[in-house]
């Protein structure tokens, strides 16, 4: 069975203008291409969907396709709109984030909006979350991934939770949750970025002293150290497809999270290009 949007259109414009020859103004054909369109839908669904005798009417069967053949008329709507906007919107946006969320998501949210908004070019710019915000709102910066802002406007795109980063040999690497009491005779390291008053506030609810060993600036440089069996570390969920096979990141308790969310800036109207950035990326990231 092959049904396409030309047949449902012209069905429901029949229905909608109470017969062949308006629909057929309506939609700006000829009386027998309408005629035509409902015919091969009828065949196609092997009966009859509209009474020709008298004043057009749907048959029984016709009403049953009724309300699924508006849900497709409207969806096909939708997609014109949405293609539509992508097509119309243009510009340059500067878009900020932490190093973490640049290397976990941005080059596929890149790949993503390059297909989807082939019109917008993105810019990336990497800083810590102070410098972040800081370039979101003197105006460096047209969109930001924020890490926990206040209720606003924005668009969350990940509940990023925290896990311990082990060397497969570790011997708690085979747990399925890592309880962070638990690693206190290793050496620990970290990075200090946006992800360390969580990760102090883990040691916190733990009753554990926070007292790294190493601190280094550089995630690859924190992650090769982890490689080297220099110590253990806590990072975020997004950092998982940076993480070499050699390493294990696990659940690690007490348990926290992070809210990672797409905006403009607070003082001043957002470049148009941003909310559909916005949400076509948590779109994709769903």
């Keep these: 069975m092959t049904v396409n949007f030309p047949q449902l259109r012209a069905f429901l414009a029949v229905v909608d203008a109470g017969g062949f020859s308006a629909a057929a103004a309506e939609l700006g054909l000829s009386q027998s291409a309408v005629s035509h369109a409902v015919a091969s839908l009828e065949r196609e669904l092997a009966a009859p969907l509209l009474v020709r005798s008298g004043p057009v009417r749907t048959t029984a069967l016709g009403e049953r396709v009724l309300p699924h053949a508006r849900s497709a008329l409207s969806a096909v709507r939708a997609v014109e709109a949405i293609a539509e906007d992508a ?9 900020a984030s932490t190093p973490t969320v640049c290397q976990g998501l941005v080059p596929a949210l890149l790949r993503h909006w390059r297909e989807s908004l082939p019109r917008v070019t993105v810019r990336v710019f990497e800083g810590d979350s102070g410098e972040v915000a800081q370039w979101l709102e003197n105006g460096t910066a047209d969109a930001a991934v924020l890490i926990d802002p206040p209720p606003g406007p924005g668009v969350q795109l990940a509940l990023d939770g925290y896990r311990a980063l082990l060397p497969r040999d570790h011997p708690l690497a085979g747990e399925p949750v890592v309880d962070i009491r638990d690693l206190e005779d290793d050496e620990f390291l970290i990075s200090p970025n946006g992800c360390e008053d969580r990760i ?3 040691h916190r609810l733990a009753g554990l002293r926070f007292s790294p060993a190493h601190r280094v600036r550089d995630l690859a440089t924190l992650i090769s150290m982890v490689q080297a069996g220099i110590g253990v570390t806590v990072l975020s969920e997004v950092s998982r497809s940076l993480i070499p096979p050699d390493l294990v990141l696990l659940p690690v308790e007490p348990r926290t999270s ?10 001043r109207p957002w470049h148009p290009a941003v909310r559909p950035l916005a949400e076509s990326a948590a779109a994709h990231l769903s």
């Design 87 to 95: 097509g119309t919107l243009s510009g340059t946006v500067r878009f």
């Design 200 to 202: 102090r506030a883990i």
């Design 258 to 267: 992070r809210r990672l969310v797409l905006s403009g800036p607070r003082g």
